[in-house]
Nanobody
Framework: QVQLVESGGGLVQAGGSLRLSCAASGSILSIKSMGWYRQAPGKQREWVAVITSSGSTMYADSVKGRFTIARDNAKTTVYLQMNSLKPEDTAVYYC????????WGQGTQVTVSS
């Protein structure tokens, strides 16, 4: 079993920054990828960023240059540094970890005020 615990969401003004964290525990011997998704009210969940087991990173065009995904040395915690936040970044952010199947965090609310 795998547990994911997210933290770091909150309310911030446009142009501000937040850092999200997602700590994985349990049966996590071989994580294939760790990533972030978000879901705004009335919209479908969308992919934001991913870091693979080799350390490669990829970003959605909407966040490229503003968000940075990273992980700790133990490769069990993934971070999302979000800078230059915009009101359209407001959403519930979910981390997703892929091992032999996918696991999702509980979600953390990010609200960006204009």
């Amino acid at each position: 079993q795998v547990q994911l615990v997210e933290s770091g969401g909150g309310l911030v003004q446009a142009g501000g920054s937040l850092r999200l964290s997602c700590a994985a525990s349990g049966s996590i011997l071989s994580i294939k990828s760790m990533g972030w998704y978000r879901q705004a009210p009335g919209k479908q969940r969308e992919w934001v960023a991913v870091i693979t087991s080799s350390g490669s990173t990829m970003y959605a065009d909407s966040v490229k240059g503003r968000f940075t995904i990273a992980r700790d040395n133990a490769k069990t915690t993934v971070y999302l540094q979000m800078n230059s936040l915009k009101p359209e970044d407001t959403a519930v952010y979910y981390c997703r970890v892929v091992i032999f199947q996918e696991y999702w965090g509980q979600g953390t609310q990010v609200t960006v005020s204009s």
